[in-house]
Nanobody, 115 residues
Framework: QVQLVESGGGLVQAGGSLRLSCEAS????????MGWYRQAPGKERELVAD???????DYGDSVKGRFTISRDNAKNTVYLQMNSLKPEDTAVYYC?????????WGQGTQVTVSS
C-alpha cells in the first residue's frame, strides 16, 4: 500500500503562483512515476504533469511553459510549481503514483484562481 499526502493548494489571483507538494509513504519502490492530475467541475480528470523516478517528464498541453514538475526521490516527494496561473486552472489537483503495477491517488487539494 502507498499513501499520498498533498499540500500547497489555495486561492490565488490570476498571474500568481502556487507550489504543490505530495509525499508518498508505504511500499514505494525506487522505480515509479509520480504526477499530478486535475479535475474541474463538470470536466473529466486530466493529466497536468508526471515525472518518472528516472527523470522523464510529461506535461498537459494547457500547462506547458507555465508549470514545472520536479521530485526528490530520496523523500519520495513530487512538486508542482505553477506560475502564470489562469482562472481556467481552477480545479481539484490530485497527486498520483504508479508503482509496482498499481496506481494510487491522493485526496486532492483545491486550487482556485480568481480573475
Amino acid at each position: 500500500q502507498v499513501q499520498l499526502v498533498e499540500s500547497g493548494g489555495g486561492l490565488v489571483q490570476a498571474g500568481g503562483s502556487l507550489r504543490l507538494s505530495c509525499e508518498a509513504s508505504g511500499t514505494v519502490s525506487s522505480s515509479n512515476v509520480m504526477g499530478w492530475y486535475r479535475q474541474a467541475p463538470g470536466k473529466e480528470r486530466e493529466l497536468v504533469a508526471d515525472m518518472s523516478s528516472g527523470g522523464s517528464k510529461d506535461y498537459g498541453d494547457s500547462v506547458k511553459g507555465r508549470f514545472t514538475i520536479s521530485r526528490d526521490n530520496a523523500k519520495n516527494t513530487v512538486y508542482l510549481q505553477m506560475n502564470s496561473l489562469k482562472p481556467e486552472d481552477t480545479a481539484v489537483y490530485y497527486c498520483n503514483i504508479y508503482v509496482l503495477r498499481r496506481e494510487y491517488w491522493g485526496q486532492g487539494t483545491q486550487v482556485t484562481v480568481s480573475s
